[in-house]
């Protein structure tokens, strides 16, 4: 199990039911609106519902569920204008990372490391998976700005955008292209032409938007 939750603030008990819920939610197994109860996963897990009710708030501060008053915890869907901002706020991040990128061609490692990342993508056929290789391809942008800053922004919205992304690779058509698009945003930063790059980048990005819009409108089901 992929460790999405490090915080030192919470039990380990509930970093640990955090994750496996988070691993459902990415693999459909519970649905956008969904009610997930304390005690369910209390007894599930033979814990008492302190830990559970920990995960419920560390999934609730990531944005990941929703927590109604009196109501109870529900799977959060995300509107068609949340995922638009998401993925905003997710390209001016990569933008603003782009944009202080002057010569990638002398950072090795990283240029490196997204290569296996894009070789690994083009023979990836678990979803799941090749949500955590695009998370992982789009980090690495980040991690060329030498920002710690827009890193810290990055991953305060990164299991949001894990979420989303996770919907939009369900069609094959859009695991193709998405693979295309990668590679061709790998040799652009390669090559160090920030410019294309930085239109690949946007395209990208609009894309990602369109498959999503038509999610909402049940074009998808």
């Known amino acids: 199990m992929r460790d999405y939750f490090k915080s030192d603030q919470y039990n380990p008990l509930a970093n640990s039911i955090a994750q496996q819920l988070f691993e459902q939610i990415l693999l459909g197994e519970l649905k956008p609106n969904e009610k997930i109860v304390e005690t369910t996963y209390a007894e599930k897990f033979n814990l008492s519902r302190s830990p559970v009710r920990e995960a419920f708030y560390l999934l609730g501060t990531e944005g990941i569920i929703d927590r109604i008053p009196r109501k109870g915890a529900y799977v959060r869907e995300y509107s068609e204008i949340e ?93 193709a292209k998405s693979i295309s698009e990668h590679q061709e945003l790998y040799e652009a930063l390669k090559v160090g032409d920030m410019e294309l790059f930085k239109q690949l980048l946007r395209a990208h990005t609009g894309g990602v938007i369109i498959n999503l819009r038509k999610y909402k409108s049940g074009a998808f089901i």
Request: net charge negative.
């Open 83 to 175: 995922i638009q901002d998401l993925l905003d706020v997710r390209n001016q991040m990569e933008y603003m990372a782009a944009e202080k990128i002057e010569n990638p061609s002398s950072n090795e490692k990283l240029l490196e490391k997204m290569k296996t990342i894009t070789e690994q993508m083009a023979v990836c056929k678990d979803i799941i998976e090749y949500t955590h290789l695009n998370f992982a391809f789009h980090s690495i942008l980040i991690e060329f700005s030498g920002s710690t800053i827009i890193r810290d922004v990055y991953d305060k919205i990164s299991l949001r955008l894990m979420r989303i992304q996770a919907i939009h690779f369900e069609l094959s058509e859009s695991l």
